[in-house]
């Protein structure tokens, strides 16, 4: 596979860091744009943002450049990211004329072999949490319904009641889901679909006191963790996305179940059979562990209707 466009850059900070960035996607293998955005997480960047961080002869965010390091030393045996990280954070201080760039040496790096945990890319995880609107408003009895229809909806998937894939609260469940294992799309919809058709078969009326269920799939991590759980990763990142007050108020009471999915998992032919239709939306994401850092559009599809022709609308919140 060849590798990614270089820019035509002069003798520099720029053309350092540029270089020593190109250096470490040849050694991870020449990844493709696509599968870099892929191992970034879904959301934190486009192709085209990644692309220009190899090509452009702009110097592209700190932000951006930290991720992609992450993700390529994950494929590269026996190489620390802390070094890499340090490595290149000179050469980008540099670029921006803050700083000296790392010395060159032509000897091999002094650094520590990186153990299995730190080398391998994080498990793809399907996360969706499911929660009355309002359960302040909830009767104890459904609070046990909705439990009972997690349960339905489990087994449309193929999963028992109970077991680490589910975690139940006072007015919700969260359940996550190995999605290697899985065809995340159609597992989604499945369940989403379970879950409506066991509220109708539930006693719960529709649309009453606060009846609606608010419903968030999330494919994550979309940022690769310090530690190989991935699961644990992936389920704190739906809770945080499911307390930003911009999820919130994308969810609609006008629906008995009100759904958003991140974008990777919307596939339209899966969906039509199910008429159902779709709108944009976007949740802002910001990494706080190393410092504030934008790390951009979390981008969601909103269920704007239930029955319909099903497809999909730009109409309501275009990115």
């Known amino acids: 596979?060849?590798?990614?466009?270089?820019?035509?850059?002069?003798?520099g900070g720029l053309k350092d860091l540029n270089d020593a960035l190109h250096d470490l996607h040849r050694r991870a293998g020449r990844p493709s744009t696509r599968d870099l955005a892929k191992l970034i997480g879904v959301g934190v960047a486009s192709k085209s943002r990644i692309y220009d961080a190899f090509?452009?002869?702009?110097?592209?965010?700190?932000?951006?450049?930290?991720?992609?390091?992450?993700?390529?030393?994950?494929?590269?045996?026996?190489?620390?990211?802390?070094?890499?990280?340090?490595?290149?954070h000179g050469f980008w201080l540099a670029a921006t004329g803050g700083g000296e760039p790392p010395p060159h040496s032509s000897e091999p790096s002094q650094v520590r072999t990186a153990s299995t945990s730190e080398i391998e890319a994080p498990?793809?995880?399907?996360?969706m949490r499911i929660e009355w609107a309002r359960p302040s408003d909830m009767s104890v009895r459904n609070r046990r319904a909705l439990r009972s229809i997690v349960t339905h909806a489990l087994s449309d998937i193929g999963y028992t009641s109970e077991g680490p894939h589910r975690r139940d609260m006072s007015a919700g469940s969260v359940v996550s889901v190995d999605a290697r294992h899985e065809d995340p799309a159609l597992t989604t919809?499945?369940?989403?679909?379970?879950l409506e058709d066991?509220?109708?078969?539930?006693?719960?009326?529709?649309?009453?006191?606060?009846?609606?269920?608010?419903?968030?799939?999330?494919?994550?991590?979309y940022s690769l963790p310090a530690t190989p759980d991935g699961t644990a990763k992936a389920v704190a990142e739906l809770d945080e996305l499911w307390r930003h007050q911009q999820t919130q108020d994308l969810f609609s009471a006008d629906e008995d179940v009100s759904a958003l999915l991140a974008d990777a998992l919307l596939s339209l032919d899966r969906y039509d059979p199910l008429a159902w239709e779709w709108a944009?939306?976007?949740?802002?994401?910001?990494?706080?562990?190393?410092?504030?850092?934008?790390?951009?559009?979390?981008?969601?599809?909103?269920?704007?209707?239930?029955?319909?022709?099903?497809g999909y609308t730009d109409s309501l919140l275009p990115f």
């Not at 944009?280 to 410092?291: A, E, N, S, V």
């Open 55 to 88: 090509s452009s002869d702009r110097l592209p965010s700190w932000g951006l450049l930290q991720v992609l390091a992450e993700a390529l030393c994950a494929s590269i045996p026996g190489t620390a990211f802390p070094a890499e990280e340090q490595k290149l």
């Open 189 to 194: 919809a499945t369940f989403l679909a379970g």
């Open 1 to 11: 596979m060849s590798g990614l466009k270089r820019p035509d850059l002069p003798d």
């Open 198 to 221: 066991s509220l109708r078969h539930s006693g719960v009326p529709g649309g009453y006191q606060g009846s609606t269920l608010n419903f968030l799939a999330h494919l994550g991590p």
């Open 280 to 310: 944009y939306g976007k949740i802002p994401l910001l990494r706080t562990d190393r410092g504030p850092q934008d790390l951009g559009d979390y981008k969601v599809w909103v269920r704007t209707r239930a029955s319909g022709t099903g």
């Open 123 to 127: 498990t793809p995880v399907l996360a």
